[in-house]
């Protein structure tokens, strides 16, 4: 059965478990400008590719996956372009990220994202986000594990974790090695966090 077959007539049992094997399909082919990655916590992480500007062309802007620099007075501060991150029926707009660059480092950068996920009354997890209480940024040794909300009972709460990618600052001097390249859609299925980029 393909996608369009399993959508004509009334809905079945049939025809979900139709859904569910389409959907648990593991050979997924990204197409042009599209990077297909299988993540080990996320799963397979869709994003896209930014193909090099020809002689003369800038690129365009890419949300959480370039340093810039600006002037504030006669200070020049650099730091992270900003993006939107979207989780369930919530919409953080960043603003462009500063970063010290007065401290030698090297460290990892991303975006934590509390969440709520939708719970039956019953106390089984429901796919979807029924909210995203707050976004921040953060900067650590390595990147930490989801927090995801166990999928019988317990808690709503959970935190999914956004790489954006691994920063260098050296004498002042800040390099940037981006995770990828988009803004962030967050989703939430029973047992994992998810997410795609572009």
């Known amino acids: 059965m393909n996608f369009n077959e399993i959508f ?3 809905p079945s049992r ?3 478990e139709a859904l569910g094997r389409y959907l648990r399909g593991q050979k997924i082919t990204g197409g042009i ?3 297909v990655v299988r993540d080990t916590v996320a799963g397979i992480v869709l ?3 930014r193909r090099p500007a020809m002689s003369g062309t800038p690129l365009p802007p890419c949300p959480f996956g370039e340093i810039i620099s600006w002037t504030e007075g006669a200070v020049l501060k650099r730091g992270i372009r900003g993006g939107y991150v979207s989780a369930g029926p ?3 707009t960043e603003e462009d990220h500063e970063i010290s660059v007065t401290t030698d480092r090297e460290v990892y950068l991303w975006l934590e994202v509390n969440l709520t996920i939708n719970r039956h009354a019953d106390g089984p997890a429901l796919p979807g986000i029924a909210a ?3 976004l921040t940024w953060q900067e650590g040794a390595e990147y930490p594990d989801h927090e995801i909300p166990a999928m019988f009972s317990g808690t709503s709460t959970g935190k999914v974790i956004l790489p954006l990618g691994h920063l260098t600052v050296l004498n002042e001097s ?3 090695e981006p995770s990828g390249c988009g803004n962030f859609a967050v989703t939430h299925c029973p047992g994992t ?3 795609t980029r572009g």
Do not use: N
Request: without cysteine; hydrophobic residues 40%; aromatic residues 20%.
């Open 8 to 10: 004509q007539g009334p």
């Open 14 to 16: 049939s025809k979900w």
């Open 90 to 92: 919530t919409i953080f």
């Open 47 to 49: 994003s896209t590719v």
């Open 132 to 134: 995203a209480e707050s």
């Open 193 to 195: 966090f998810s997410y």
């Open 33 to 35: 400008g599209v990077r």
């Open 174 to 176: 800040a390099k940037f």
